[in-house]
């Protein structure tokens, strides 16, 4: 069936059409509700342009189970849902998003009495969406993380429950125009309980902005967040990833990865964001691209809890006070830096498991608890703020066999090149 007015395309829906092509721009009065197994794709106008389906004041299209939304832009206000799921049943089958150009936050969360679900999404590109104010938040570590504009969220806490993702061709956000919130947000229910797998997550560039105001210490966003009870077979990022605002991580792991690859810079711009931060599982972790920070306790690696095998930085470069270049506190197999650890700042407020602690902007730091098999920097280990040691090890801490190919300097005053306590 194919409709060019919203009349038609409810009453389509009512009449239990099963597939519906929208040949129109069309305002929609309301949200619209697809049935199990419709399918509701957009065909080309006689210019090339896609139909563009506009909600004026409710959230867009919901699905139920087994429903495609393909080949189409939706507008919806940016603090609603533009693709949304409604029903409650065992088995969810498959949603399938593809070809979508959407204002709005893309949202799938499974609660109790959904035991399975799979969603597939290809070249879907959310432009803009406030995803702050839902209250469906993960918490751990001290802190609250809000939702994406992509967010998958298996809120089932009964282990057996299995929600299945597959993504590609994913962006979100502009440069210099993020979205709210978290960029990627994908979870299961927690450390036990109803899991979420990801086959793949390949994305463009990610641009978003938690807009927390400083000082909030117990709320974070990331741009690519993989949360507790999710695990991805892997991580490809082809564009690059940036974050804007206070407590915004770049890359953030709370679950398991078993390969991440990042081929475009990695930038915080915010004050206590985290280029890669790991509390989880991560077997191979590798950046073909800059990492760079700016903010005021912006770090550029933490290793927080949790482990990786294998991690590879082309260079890491953080500008504000307090922002450590590397930071290790739980032990790790083997480091490389292909280029320079940099740090240009002093001693400033960063933000450590929901608590804000003055840090020194340490190029290379490992804390009582933190060691490697070995850690290979193939240039140098530079800083250049005041009062800063470039290489610390804490008592307690063991870097392993260290190589560095390069120099280790420290140009600020007051300013050391090693310390071990």
Known sequence: MTVN??????????????????????????SIIL?????????PQENGELPLLSFQ????????????????????PTHHKAIFNTTVQQDLGTF??????????????????????????????IHSADARHYLEQPQKYGVNVLQGALTIYNINPNVDSLVSVAVSNLSIGR???????????????????????????HTKAIYSNGKIPLGVADYITGGVFILYGAHANEVITDGEVITYGVNDMVLDVWGSVDDWTSNAPIISYGPSGVGFVN???????????????????????????????????????TFGDGSVGIQISKKIGTLT???????????????????????????????????ATNITIKGNIATYGDHVTSYIVEQGGNPGLLTVEGKITASGQNSQIEKTE
């Open 337 to 371: 830096v292909n280029g320079d650890v940099t740090t240009h700042g002093s001693i400033g407020a960063s933000l450590v498991k929901g608590v804000y602690i003055d840090l020194p902007a340490y190029a290379l730091s490992i804390k009582n608890g933190g060691a």
């Open 96 to 125: 399938t998003f593809e070809n979508l150009l959407v204002k709005g936050q893309v949202s799938i969360i499974t609660r109790v009495g959904v035991e399975k679900a799979n969603i597939i999404i290809n070249n879907l590109d």
């Open 175 to 201: 440069k210099n125009a993020p979205v709210s919130g978290c960029g990627v947000f994908i979870s299961g229910f927690g450390d036990q309980g109803g899991r979420t797998e990801i086959s793949k997550l």
């Open 5 to 30: 007015t919203f009349d038609d395309l409810v009453s389509g829906i009512q009449n239990g059409e099963k597939d519906i092509t929208i040949s129109r721009s069309i305002l929609c009065n309301y």
């Open 35 to 43: 049935p199990k197994g419709v399918n509701l794709n957009g065909q």
């Open 279 to 317: 509390f989880g599982m991560v077997k191979n972790f590798t950046v073909n691209a800059p990492l760079q920070t700016y903010g005021l306790g912006a770090r550029g690696y933490n290793q927080y809890d949790g482990t990786v095998d294998n991690i590879s930085f082309q260079s890491i470069e």
């Open 57 to 76: 004041h409710s959230d867009g299209i919901g699905v139920s189970a087994n429903n495609s939304v393909k080949n189409l832009n939706i507008d919806v």
